[in-house]
C-alpha cells in the first residue's frame, strides 16, 4: 500500500522559512516523478514544484521560482521543499504527490498517489 506522509507544516511570519518533507511508503521512489501542490481556502490545487526521477530536472511553477526549491534523497524514500521567503499568500494546504512517469510532470492529474497535506500559515 503506497503512503505519502508530508510533515514540517506550521505557522511562521512573512520573510520567513520551512521545510516541508514527504515520507514515501510502499514504493520505490527512485521510479516515481515527484511534485508538490498546494491549495488555499477557496480555491483550486495548484502546482507548486515538480523533480524527475531523478533529480536532474526541475519545473517551479513562477509565484515560487527563486524562493522554493525542490529535493529528493531517493535511498531515503523522501522529498523535500525547502521555502524562503514566505509570503501570506503562500498560505495553504501541501500536497505530496507521486507520479510512475519520467520526466518532470506539473499536471494535477498525472499524479496517481497523494498524501493527506500539512498546514503552511504564513503571517503578515
Known amino acids: 500500500q503506497v503512503q505519502l506522509v508530508e510533515s514540517g507544516g506550521g505557522l511562521v511570519q512573512a520573510g520567513g522559512s520551512l521545510r516541508l518533507s514527504c515520507a514515501a511508503s510502499?514504493?520505490?521512489?527512485?521510479?516515481?516523478?515527484m511534485a508538490w501542490f498546494r491549495q488555499a481556502p477557496g480555491k483550486e490545487r495548484e502546482f507548486v514544484a515538480a523533480?524527475?526521477?531523478?533529480?536532474?530536472?526541475?519545473n517551479y511553477a513562477d509565484s515560487v521560482k527563486g524562493r522554493f526549491t525542490i529535493s529528493r534523497v531517493n535511498a531515503k524514500n523522501t522529498v523535500y521543499l525547502q521555502m524562503n521567503s514566505l509570503k501570506p499568500e503562500d498560505t495553504a494546504v501541501y500536497y505530496c504527490?507521486?507520479?510512475?512517469?519520467?520526466?518532470?510532470?506539473?499536471?494535477?492529474?498525472?499524479?496517481?498517489?497523494w498524501g493527506q497535506g500539512t498546514q503552511v500559515t504564513v503571517s503578515s
Open positions: 504527490a507521486a507520479a510512475e512517469l519520467s520526466g518532470v510532470r506539473d499536471g494535477i492529474h498525472e499524479y496517481d498517489y
Open positions: 510502499g514504493l520505490t521512489l527512485r521510479w516515481f516523478a
Open positions: 523533480m524527475s526521477r531523478s533529480g536532474g530536472s526541475t
